[in-house]
């Protein structure tokens, strides 16, 4: 890499690392609840009838079934999730919404927008927050299509 390629990905690598973990910690302070787990609500919240199947949130997720597996474990006991079998597969098993967990994802929402906006989108320029959504879709479009 050229010095201002090698630059350019240190500086993308460290920021993209403090994010997360900012994002995480601001939504623990705020929501008692990590990043991943608020990730997951998001994703049971827009999918039909809030339901998904394990396999499928794994694979959103680019996770190992048996983080999900312990990351849905984690949202029963909390009562933001409940599980059930995969109609007409014994194996399979679908991972529901509750309402209870709506009301928290609901609950834990403004505080996460807060912090996204407060460590990215409002040190940017709105030409900047067009070409980041450019290249993150750009980037993401390549390693989904090369897993």
């Known amino acids: 890499m050229t010095a201002d390629e090698q630059r350019t990905w240190r500086a993308f690598g460290s920021a993209m690392r ?3 973990d900012r ?3 601001d939504l623990q302070a705020a929501a008692g609840m990590p990043i ?3 990730e997951l609500l998001v994703m ?3 999918a ?12 959103r997720t680019d996770s190992k079934p048996s983080r999900i597996t312990h990351a849905v474990g984690k949202l029963e006991q909390s009562g933001w999730v409940r599980r059930e ?3 007409g597969d014994r194996r399979g098993w679908l991972t529901v919404l509750t309402d209870e967990g709506l009301a928290a994802l609901r609950a834990a929402a403004p505080a996460h927008v807060d912090s996204v906006r407060a460590h990215l989108i409002d040190l940017l320029t709105p ?8 290249i993150s879709e ?7 299509a090369s897993r």
């Open 18 to 20: 403090q994010l997360t």
């Open 36 to 38: 991943t787990y608020y």
């Open 44 to 46: 049971l919240s827009e």
């Open 23 to 25: 994002l995480d910690r």
């Open 48 to 59: 039909p009838d809030r339901t998904l199947r394990m396999s499928e949130l794994a694979q």
């Open 127 to 134: 030409e900047q927050v067009r070409q980041l959504g450019e």
């Open 138 to 144: 750009i980037v993401g479009a390549h390693l989904t």
């Open 85 to 87: 079998h995969y109609p």
